[in-house]
């Protein structure tokens, strides 16, 4: 076949009646299924670019195939009024639209797979001559090692007998490889099995292949190396996108992409409460939230940050994805849950240790004002009692002498008597506060002890005192002359707790430690809290004509004779305090 010009096959029908019409009919059609594998190829590819910069689009070609198409098939038509003369014009005619496509045209045998006939687009093609590639077989247009690939290919679309279209490469006279879009149909003419095949160079659309399928690669690698989750949604709220650390935060082999969101993540049938996402598409602003889930990787349950952000359309600024940014924040909530328990610590141990130098600073005060009272309580007890014990004689004298006296002067005898012992009390207080006598201490009977006491003070008319003492009390081990002054105070400042009367109740019942508890409660004003805090202070009192002594030395006393002293009291409900001394079998060690 080198060494011979192969003869057109057209010819034998050419020199038959009708026969050039025969011809014209097969080119057309063969040429009309090429133009809809172009046209299908177009659509099937829709995101390669068809054009460039010095070339008009290449669907004009297929444009000009359906014209020639068109105009073949419309000769046939118009046959009856053709002569052979005007076919064969005709057919010179086709062969210059034939030689100009845009595309490459092969015509071979399908027995053999000699190439009969090509273009000008195919010699360009191949870089060859048209003289040079009539003298070629069908699979040395391939690159070496490829043609028992093509060459079934070649005779599976003449056994089938159908249009095929694929993609393929072929080599050039110079070396290089070109790849091409293959549309191939077999036709048989005057008995001879024939293919056209149209070849387009797409190294063009290769080329943006390649490049989109490495940015897609990069794309995904940029996605893959964030150790943080990144999902991207469409306005349907569908999953498109997701990366590597997303997926892990699922089951493996879990679908998520083409789901809805909250179907994928969820296994919601609809949106979740509050969805991030749906407000970044609604409002176009990012949104963010934070929430407890399930991270799918056998770790439990974790704290987890949903950051969302819009992806705008530059055209009409709307809002065609949504970014979804999560991220796992366990450890920073557990940070900031271990610094607030911290915080908390140490605002607690500040406050103790805040209360503690309070006290210590109320101690120091107490020791610094008792110092002061230890200088000046021997002067000043000394100084005073003498002239009260003066004072107290001379009155006892006139009110012998004054038997017959009026009334007025009687009244007031007594007056200046019962201020001279409220002196005499207070002098008392202030030697006892700074200086407690040992106690000396004798088997006492409660009951004859708080009927001494209660004899020694004055009750105003207006007040109601209910003793309820408990038979069979048994003794107490103490000193009953401090034990009577630590009562005698007591009572007096229930009295004084009560200027318009009210009831006084002193109960003595023994207690299961083996201590007798002997409560002295009043009806009076009662007192605050802060001034229970600092009732027992050296020189604290509330009241006009007192100096804060009496309860101090109730304290020390009943602390000397192995007692206690407890206060319940409320504002405008009244004050009782509960004095706990040993009896004769001595407290219990538990």
């Known amino acids: 076949m080198s060494g011979m010009k192969p003869e057109n096959p057209f010819s034998p029908i050419l020199k038959k009646p009708g026969g050039g019409r025969l011809v014209i009919l097969i080119l057309s059609a063969t040429l009309l299924a090429a133009n809809l594998s172009a046209l299908v190829d177009l659509f099937l590819h829709p995101d390669i670019p068809y054009f460039d910069e010095e070339h008009l689009i290449v669907g004009g070609a297929f444009a000009l195939f359906a014209a020639t198409s068109f105009l ?12 052979e003369a005007d076919l064969r014009n005709l057919e010179h005619k086709y062969h210059c639209l034939f030689d100009n496509l845009t595309d490459a045209a092969f015509l071979a045998d399908a027995a053999t797979g000699a190439i009969l006939e090509t273009n000008l687009k195919g010699a360009q093609l191949l870089g060859r001559s048209r003289a040079e590639i009539l003298t070629m ?24 007998g159908h249009q095929a ?9 110079d070396g290089a490889v070109v790849p091409v879009s293959i549309a191939a149909s077999p036709f048989t003419l005057a008995g001879r099995p024939l293919i056209i095949g149209l070849f387009r160079d797409i190294t063009d659309r290769k080329k943006a292949e390649t490049l989109l399928i490495e940015k897609e690669k990069f794309l995904s ?39 809805k969101c909250f179907a994928a993540y969820h296994d919601r049938t609809e949106p979740c409460v509050a969805c991030p996402s749906l407000g970044t598409f609604q409002s176009g602003r990012p949104n963010s939230k934070v ?9 439990g349950t974790a704290w987890l940050e949903l950051s969302t952000f819009p992806f705008f359309d530059r055209q009409s600024e709307r809002v065609d994805f949504v970014i979804e940014y999560l991220r796992d924040i366990t450890a920073r909530v557990t ?29 120091l005060v107490r020791r610094e004002k008792l110092a002061v009272l230890g200088q000046v309580a021997d002067n000043v007890g000394h100084e005073l009692r003498n002239p009260l014990g003066v004072m107290s ?37 202030l030697l006892d506060s700074v200086r407690t006598k040992p106690p000396q201490p004798h088997i006492t009977n409660s009951g004859e002890l708080l009927d001494q006491v209660m004899t020694r003070c004055k009750m105003a008319p207006s007040v109601k005192v209910r003793l309820e003492i408990t038979k069979m009390l048994p003794s107490i081990v103490v000193d009953p002359v401090q034990m009577e002054q630590v009562f005698r105070n007591l009572i007096a400042n229930a009295l004084d707790a009560m200027p318009e009367g009210g009831e006084l109740e002193i109960r003595a019942e023994e207690k299961e430690n083996r201590m007798v508890a002997i409560r002295v409660r009043d009806s009076g004003i009662g007192m605050t809290a802060e001034q229970k805090e600092k009732l027992f202070q050296p020189l604290y009192t509330t009241k006009a004509r007192h100096v804060g ?11 000397a004779n192995n007692g206690t002293v407890e206060v319940e009291s409320e504002p405008g409900k009244g004050t009782a305090f509960t004095v706990s001394l040993p009896t004769k079998a001595g407290p219990s060690e538990d």
């Open 165 to 173: 279209d694929y993609d393929g490469e072929v080599i050039r006279k």
């Open 291 to 299: 929430f407890l889930a399930d991270t799918g990787k056998g770790a």
């Open 137 to 160: 077989h069908q699979g040395d247009v391939h690159p070496p090692g490829q043609e028992e690939e093509y060459h079934r290919r070649f005779l599976a679309h003449v056994e089938k």
């Open 549 to 559: 002594l009496g309860l101090m030395v109730v304290k020390n006393l009943t602390a």
């Open 221 to 259: 690698d940029i996605l893959d190396s964030i150790q943080d989750g990144i999902s991207i949604l469409n306005p349907d709220m569908e999953v498109v996108r997701i990366n590597r650390a997303m997926q892990g935060y699922f089951p493996a082999g879990r679908p998520l992409v083409g789901r």
């Open 335 to 363: 940070a900031e849950e271990k610094i607030k328990s911290m915080n908390e610590e140490l605002e607690l141990k500040v406050e103790e240790r805040t209360q503690e130098l309070l006290a210590a600073q109320e101690e």
């Open 72 to 83: 073949l098939l419309s000769i046939y038509l118009a046959r009856a009024r053709c002569t």
């Open 393 to 429: 004689n001379a009155v006892y004298f006139l009110q012998t002498v004054l038997v017959d006296g009026n009334e007025t002067t009687r009244e007031y005898l007594g007056i200046i008597e019962d201020e001279i012992a409220a002196a005499d009390r207070i002098v008392g207080d």
